[in-house]
Nanobody, 121 residues
Framework: QVHLVESGGGLVQAGGSLRLSCAASGSIFSINAMGWYRQAPGKQREGVAFIGGGGSTTFADSVKGRFTISRDNDKNTVYLQMNSLKPEDTAVYYC???????????????WGQGTQVTVSS
């Protein structure tokens, strides 16, 4: 079993910054893509940013130029640096990771418990 533990959420004023972290642990042979989703009240969960095993990144249009994503493969950790935050960024942010528990095992999708980000105007 794989556990994803997020940290770094909180309350910030519009224009401010936050850095989210997500550490993966457990039965991990390798980690493929890692990323972040978010879900605002009354809305569907949406993808925010993703980083592949080789470091390629993808961002939602709504966060391009404001958010960056990075990973530390030695620590099995992914980071989301969020700058120029807006009230519409308010949501619960969930970490996601595709892992294998052995070289021949299939990819498994894992989720963190979520961390609240609130941006005040």
């Amino acid at each position: 079993q794989v556990h994803l533990v997020e940290s770094g959420g909180g309350l910030v004023q519009a224009g401010g910054s936050l850095r989210l972290s997500c550490a993966a642990s457990g039965s991990i042979f390798s980690i493929n893509a890692m990323g972040w989703y978010r879900q605002a009240p009354g809305k569907q969960r949406e993808g925010v940013a993703f980083i592949g095993g080789g470091g390629s990144t993808t961002f939602a249009d709504s966060v391009k130029g404001r958010f960056t994503i990075s990973r530390d493969n030695d620590k099995n950790t992914v980071y989301l640096q969020m700058n120029s935050l807006k009230p519409e960024d308010t949501a619960v942010y969930y970490c996601n990771a595709l892992t294998r528990r052995s070289a021949i095992a299939p990819l498994v999708e894992n989720w963190g418990q979520g961390t609240q980000v609130t941006v005040s105007s």
